[in-house]
């Protein structure tokens, strides 16, 4: 009886410690690597599987209270974050998986070896192992569907990376080209090979003329391998710059990553900005340089054009000076597949702006701009010079640069510090460098995102300007 008592509380043990490991797994596309090295709160680790481990070991009796102890601190951890274990087939495939493998071996042990101590990191490194055999065995399954349905289809495919904007660039062109084809786009940041396998297996329309799908990578070979699969007709690689670094070590590695776009066998045309270094061929294109008299304001933007040796003048209800770039890729493109100038131009008066990129609201006579979703250093510091020119008050909630330098941040820091009257400052990522660098501007640091709403009500008021620059989920 005593030996049953202990088995079960073995198999709630692992079976919590799983969830934090599959949680931190799902966090970083399951990559064992990322989660060990590229972790950004590493202390979380031993707070919830190494010392949990060392007493779970060491303590003889009262294992059932410390059970309870820490599966309690487990759920009032999570519940705190703002992103959540999502019970996806692979989740609930692993935990079936963990479950009967520490079953077996507990029972094994009984049994055979009269084990006093049942094993924990066994049956967690097996479930892993046969959970990604599993999972590869079910993708190249995936694959297979995706590559029939898609010759099926048979659509015209364009091809989008970069560093910065590659998102808005993607629905950007969605937004012209659906007024004259009959056109699908990955959706949200969709930008994995998993993540457009499963798009094309279940969403893509069997009517689909163009396909637009979004390219992005954490390491070399991602974008070859969305490249290999789909063979874009058309691609377009947006501005590069050092995002991600931590994981490519140089921005030459990025750059030759964010190039994979170009191994496509049926390509026919590349749009690329004009600073990427690369020999010239016929079917390489330049935009960016021919970019003129750009104006933005919180109503809009406008710009000049030249294309063909001509200039067309663009406005669109957009934000953001730096989004002319991402707006002239998609208008060349689009100019590209046969669409008229008149017809362009009167598809960008109706955009729409990208959910959480310079997004406009009005609430409670506060004026909110959410730009969220806009995480690099140019893109943030041109989002600042947008509201500069505002008369009230203007405030801030950022967390820095995401997976940048410290260099970056600094610069950011300082323009902060030039523009806004209150910074709140979220995430523990940036926290010391934007800290020790915003000196005029009055700094609320918010340890905990959940009281943001609090922070909000207390300290802003109506004819505040609002902005959120970037978010960074709460493990960081």
């Not at 090295?37 to 599987?49: A, C, E, G, K, S």
């Not at 003889?60 to 059970?67: A, G, M, P, T, V």
């Not at 600073?275 to 406008?302: C, W």
């Not at 008369?391 to 300082?414: D, Q, Y």
Request: charged residues 25%.
């Amino acid at each position: 009886m005593m030996d049953l008592l202990y088995l079960l509380e073995h198999l709630i043990f692992v079976l919590s410690i799983g969830y934090y490991l599959i949680l931190n797994l799902q966090w970083y596309n399951y990559k064992i690597n990322r989660v060990i090295l590229h972790h950004h709160q590493p202390l979380l680790h031993i707070v919830f599987f190494l010392l949990p481990l060392f007493v779970y070991f060491a303590i003889k009796e009262y294992i059932f209270i410390f059970l309870i102890f820490y599966i309690l601190t487990l759920f009032l951890w999570q519940k705190k974050l703002d992103k959540k274990l999502v019970l996806t087939g692979r989740v609930k495939r692993f935990f079936l998986l963990l479950f009967f493998t520490t079953l077996f071996l507990d029972l094994l042990c009984l049994a055979k070896f009269n084990c006093k101590v049942f094993p924990t990191i066994i049956p967690i490194a097996i479930a892993l192992i046969i959970s990604n055999l599993v999972e590869k065995f079910l993708f190249t399954i995936y694959k297979n569907q995706a590559k029939k349905r898609l010759e099926k289809i048979n659509p015209t495919i364009i091809g989008v990376t970069a560093s910065y904007g590659k998102t808005s660039i993607k629905n950007f062109l969605y937004q012209i080209l659906k007024n004259r084809f009959r056109v699908y786009a990955t959706p949200r940041s969709v930008n994995t090979l998993g993540g457009i396998l499963k798009d094309i297996n279940e969403d893509l329309p069997l009517d689909t003329q163009i396909y637009i799908a979004e390219a992005g990578a954490r390491e070399r070979g991602d974008i070859y391998e969305i490249s290999s699969f789909l063979n874009p007709e058309y691609v377009i690689v947006g501005k590069i710059g050092p995002q991600h670094i931590e994981y490519f070590k140089t921005i030459e590695n990025i750059i030759a990553t964010k190039l994979e776009i170009l191994s496509s066998k049926k390509l026919k045309k590349a749009f690329l900005y004009y600073e990427i270094p690369v020999k010239k061929k016929e079917k390489f294109v330049k935009f960016g340089e021919n970019i003129k008299n750009v104006e933005a304001s919180l109503d809009g933007i406008s710009f000049d054009l030249e294309l063909n040796g001509k200039n067309y003048h663009f406005k669109a209800p957009i934000l953001g000076a730096f989004n002319a770039i991402n707006l002239t890729a998609a208008i060349m493109v689009a100019y590209e597949l046969g669409m008229s100038i008149d017809e362009i131009q009167k598809a960008l008066l109706s955009l729409k702006p990208i959910e959480h990129r310079l997004q406009k609201i009005e609430a409670n006579g506060k004026i909110i701009i959410d730009d969220s979703y806009n995480g690099n250093l140019e893109g943030m510091i041109s989002s600042y010079e947008l509201v500069k020119s505002y008369k009230g008050r203007k405030v801030v909630v950022t967390p820095g640069i995401v997976e940048s330098t410290k260099e970056a941040n600094e610069k950011l820091a300082k323009k902060i510090d030039e523009v806004f009257d209150l910074v709140i400052i979220t995430g523990k990522i940036n926290r010391d460098v934007l800290d020790k660098n915003i000196k005029r501007a009055k700094k609320i640091i918010l340890k905990d995102k959940s009281n943001l709403q609090d922070v909000l009500a207390n300290y802003t008021k109506s004819k505040d300007l609002i902005l959120f620059s970037n978010d960074a989920p709460s493990y960081m």
